[in-house]
């Protein structure tokens, strides 16, 4: 399966350069594979590799990841994070030796991982593996577009290495990945309980901060809750993805496991994606439930979109992104009307955004601009953090905050981890929020995260409605 004389040869001139250098250097595969299924290699990798797989599916299935092992992780920082990444990226790019196809996009030294929230919550304990962010650049990826499969292997190698060790030691392991069964059959794992935070104190909460609005300058908040699920046994990422990828095809479905946890979501909101210097972003605010036949669909669709308080909602989250792009992009298109992105369980107004932004630009300088929108956070994006800080009182983690990936191409996909769920073990915690205005009234905000606990429930309930 691995071209052996390539690995070698990769390997031994990373070997050299760390020898040279006295620094480790990575040894970067790429190889065209026959077409396989994504979700297959990261289920064959459950036990041997459980706790440093991730899995990314966008809504276009035209860049689909499915990461084995981790050669390198990057823990971040409390404080500059954005700044760190990009350090640590441009020092692991500068330290790589790259054989095999190049150029291909989500192919060769590519970063997964995401964010947390929001940097003065301290992780708590549920959390903990993630931290502040946690990125990996995986020792398989098996990246899938609609005709191809490629299979990147990556190792780090240190100037004491032998080539040829290394180099068999990793044409065992993928020969092990490659030769495992793949027909598995799925347990049954019942649902023990759910436990939903408080109902009329949320309620209360979302009073407040509509009063909160009056008096001050805070605009927006968008507020969450969690929903906590106990199952009978530990649960496994790879049947929920399977489903949510059935379920939920105009979603970008991903899953990053750290340690004993795995945060995963279907998630409709794209934060930035990088195309070379195109950028394409995305404002996602205001919501109303699918209707039960076509008709009622469309007038659910009408209302929304003449909504007042959804479009001052919806509004807030455009003005903030172009101005949060306009700095950086020589181009930038974003239309002057919402239109309406239907998803299973939910319709949204939405408004596309495209640009040209400057190639040296990377996508962290572009995520720090962005993160938190007003989709997430609040306007003013500072008095709305200390807001849901002192207020919220839940541990956000990765909820909401920027997951995606990024390769030595200067492309790369990142979407706000929403619609999403923790598991820890057989504990599972549901997050779903929604943007409270001053005319937001508590009990349908209420019944708006409902809705949008809606996705998750289905699939960790196994019910396909
Ligand atoms: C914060 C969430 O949704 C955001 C994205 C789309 C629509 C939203 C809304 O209408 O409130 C939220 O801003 C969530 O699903 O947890």
């Known amino acids: 399966m691995l071209?052996?004389?390539?690995?070698?040869?990769?390997?031994?001139?990373?070997?050299?350069?760390?020898?040279?250098?006295?620094?480790?250097y990575i040894a970067c595969i790429t190889q065209k594979i026959e077409k396989?299924?994504?979700?297959?290699?990261?289920?064959?990798?459950?036990?041997?590799?459980?706790?440093?797989?991730?899995?990314?599916?966008?809504?276009?299935?035209?860049?689909?990841l499915a990461g084995i092992g981790a050669a390198l992780s990057i823990n971040a920082g409390r404080t500059l994070k954005y700044e760190q990444l990009k350090d640590e990226w441009a020092y692991i790019q500068n330290h790589a030796v790259i054989s095999g196809i190049k150029g291909k996009q989500a192919t060769g030294l590519l970063?997964?991982?995401?964010?947390?929230?929001?940097?003065?919550?301290?992780p708590s304990d549920h959390w903990q593996s993630f931290g502040f962010g946690l990125f990996y650049l995986p020792t398989f990826l098996l990246t899938t577009d609609k005709e191809q499969s490629y299979l990147t292997c990556s190792v780090v190698c240190t100037a004491d290495d032998k080539p040829e060790l290394l180099s068999n030691h990793l044409a065992e392991q993928v020969e092990q990945l490659f030769g495992a069964k793949t027909d598995f059959t799925t347990d049954q794992n019942p649902l023990i309980t759910t436990q939903d935070q408080n109902a009329e104190e949320w309620k209360r909460l979302v009073g407040?901060?509509?009063?909160?609005?009056?008096?001050?300058?805070?605009?927006?908040?968008?507020?969450?809750?969690?929903?906590?699920?106990?199952?009978?046994?530990?649960?496994?990422s790879e049947d929920l993805l399977s489903n949510l990828r059935e379920q939920q095809p105009e979603t970008c479905v991903f899953s990053m496991e750290a340690g004993t946890s795995c945060f995963l979501g279907a998630t409709p909101e794209r934060l930035v994606k990088k195309s070379g210097n195109h950028l394409y972003s995305a404002c996602l605010a205001g919501s109303i439930a699918?209707?039960?036949?076509?008709?009622?669909?469309?007038?659910?669709g009408e209302i929304l979109l003449n909504d007042r308080?959804?479009?001052?909602?919806?509004?807030?989250?455009v003005d903030t992104v172009r101005s949060a792009l306009a700095g950086l992009c020589e181009q930038l298109n974003i239309p002057e009307q919402p239109i309406l992105m239907k998803n299973r369980n939910?319709?949204?107004?939405?408004?596309?955004?495209?640009?040209v932004c400057d190639p040296n630009r990377s996508l962290f300088d572009l995520i720090e601009r962005l993160h938190p929108t007003p989709a997430l956070g609040g306007l003013p994006r500072t008095s709305a953090m200390d807001w849901i800080a002192k207020h919220e009182k839940l541990d956000r983690g990765l909820y909401a905050s920027p997951i995606g990936w990024c390769d030595g191409y200067g492309n790369g996909e990142f979407h706000v981890g929403i619609r999403s769920a923790l598991i820890n073990s057989e504990r599972v915690t549901l997050f779903a929020g929604c943007g409270v205005v001053r005319d937001s009234v508590p009990a349908q905000e209420y019944e708006e995260t409902s809705i949008k606990f809606q996705p998750m429930m289905n699939v960790f309930a196994g019910r396909k409605s």
């Open 36 to 64: 396989i299924d994504p979700l297959a290699f990261y289920r064959v990798a459950q036990k041997r590799y459980n706790g440093q797989r991730f899995y990314w599916e966008n809504k276009d299935h035209d860049v689909v």
């Open 3 to 24: 071209n052996g004389n390539d690995s070698i040869d990769t390997i031994q001139r990373a070997i050299s350069k760390a020898r040279e250098t006295k620094q480790k």
């Open 309 to 317: 308080k959804n479009r001052l909602e919806h509004h807030y989250v």
């Open 346 to 355: 939910i319709q949204h107004l939405y408004t596309p955004v495209d640009g």
């Open 208 to 236: 407040e901060a509509v009063k909160v609005m009056e008096t001050t300058d805070l605009q927006k908040v968008v507020l969450a809750r969690t929903r906590k699920l106990t199952f009978q046994k530990p649960m496994h």
């Open 290 to 300: 699918r209707g039960k036949d076509d008709d009622e669909d469309a007038r659910f």
């Open 111 to 122: 970063l997964f991982g995401g964010f947390s929230f929001d940097d003065k919550t301290t």
